[in-house]
């Protein structure tokens, strides 16, 4: 497995890896599950993949944990995932703290419930002084939505329409683009994440459900991505 070493044995690791956490149904279904139980063991990758990465060195992990058209599933399922959200930030804090992650939330935060919110930005703020890993979990998020309130934000002030300037305006202002996007159980689509982020990233299509997903497997992207050449336009 890859360590903290191998960050300074080799720069060439990615600064920024985000993550479409997808087929925890699928994986529910193939073990006569209910959905539910493939976000519950979803979650606990959560945890062990945040931590590999913390461990390795990785400055940023963005991972799309409900997106602004998640709303359209069934209601229960929408409030198993909010529930199971708000427990999972709470039993987290002290892991956060012990560990140096920082939280941070990107997304439209305003249609969650008030209790959600409030433990959204009690974790934002209880972290905003650890100096390891930030993980950002995508929260009603949606790229689209997002790039249209960066341009009504740039409106409101009357800022140039520039690059620059969008990229300040976005919920992501405070991280650099991504280096690598991976998505889990095979499906090969954006699905409205991190359109303007993902401009230059180098993109992994795994065969895995994401409650199958392994810092072992993590490993072998990273592996890859290691040797890929990035031109970024150039030659
Ligand atoms: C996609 O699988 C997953 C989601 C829509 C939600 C992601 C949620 C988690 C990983 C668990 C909770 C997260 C945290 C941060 C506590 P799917 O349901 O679309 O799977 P399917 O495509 O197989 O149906």
């Given at each position: 497995?890859?360590?903290?070493?191998d960050?300074?044995k080799d720069?060439?690791?990615?600064?920024?890896?985000?993550?479409?956490?997808d087929?925890?149904?699928?994986w529910?279904?193939?073990?006569?599950?209910?959905?539910?139980?493939g976000h519950?063991?979803?979650?606990?990758?959560?945890?062990d993949?945040?931590?590999?990465?913390?461990?390795?060195?990785?400055?940023y992990?963005?991972?799309?944990?409900?997106?602004?058209?998640?709303w359209?599933?069934?209601?229960?399922e929408v409030?198993?995932?909010?529930?199971?959200?708000?427990r999972?930030?709470?039993?987290?804090?002290p892991?956060?703290?012990?560990?140096?992650?920082?939280f941070?939330?990107?997304g439209?935060?305003?249609?969650?419930?008030?209790s959600?919110?409030?433990?959204i930005?009690?974790?934002e703020?209880?972290?905003?002084?650890?100096?390891?890993?930030?993980?950002?979990?995508?929260?009603?998020?949606?790229?689209?939505?997002?790039i249209?309130r960066?341009?009504?934000k740039l409106?409101?002030?009357?800022l140039?329409?520039?690059?620059?300037?969008?990229n300040?305006?976005l919920?992501?202002?405070f991280?650099?683009?991504?280096?690598?996007?991976?998505r889990?159980?095979?499906?090969?689509?954006?699905?409205?994440?991190?359109?303007?982020q993902?401009?230059?990233?180098?993109?992994?299509?795994?065969?895995?459900?994401?409650?199958?997903?392994?810092?072992f497997?993590l490993?072998?992207?990273?592996?890859?991505?290691?040797?890929?050449?990035?031109?970024?336009?150039?030659?």
């Amino acid at each position: 497995m890859l360590n903290s070493e191998d960050k300074e044995k080799d720069l060439n690791l990615p600064t920024h890896i985000a993550i479409i956490m997808d087929g925890n149904g699928r994986w529910a279904k193939e073990r006569n599950l209910k959905r539910t139980a493939g976000h519950e063991e979803g979650a606990l990758r959560v945890r062990d993949i945040t931590t590999h990465c913390n461990n390795l060195g990785i400055k940023y992990l963005t991972l799309y944990a409900f997106s602004t058209e998640n709303w359209n599933r069934p209601k229960l399922e929408v409030e198993f995932l909010m529930k199971l959200l708000e427990r999972y930030l709470k039993k987290e804090l002290p892991i956060y703290l012990k560990n140096g992650v920082k939280f941070k939330a990107i997304g439209n935060l305003g249609r969650f419930s008030k209790s959600l919110q409030k433990v959204i930005s009690a974790t934002e703020e209880k972290t905003k002084n650890c100096s390891g890993l930030t993980q950002v979990l995508a929260l009603n998020y949606g790229s689209r939505d997002e790039i249209v309130r960066a341009v009504q934000k740039l409106t409101v002030q009357n800022l140039e329409v520039s690059e620059e300037n969008i990229n300040k305006c976005l919920d992501t202002a405070f991280m650099p683009d991504v280096d690598l996007l991976i998505r889990t159980s095979g499906e090969v689509r954006l699905s409205n994440y991190l359109l303007w982020q993902n401009a230059y990233a180098e993109m992994f299509f795994i065969n895995t459900y994401w409650p199958e997903f392994t810092p072992f497997l993590l490993d072998d992207v990273i592996h890859d991505y290691r040797h890929r050449e990035r031109r970024f336009g150039g030659i």
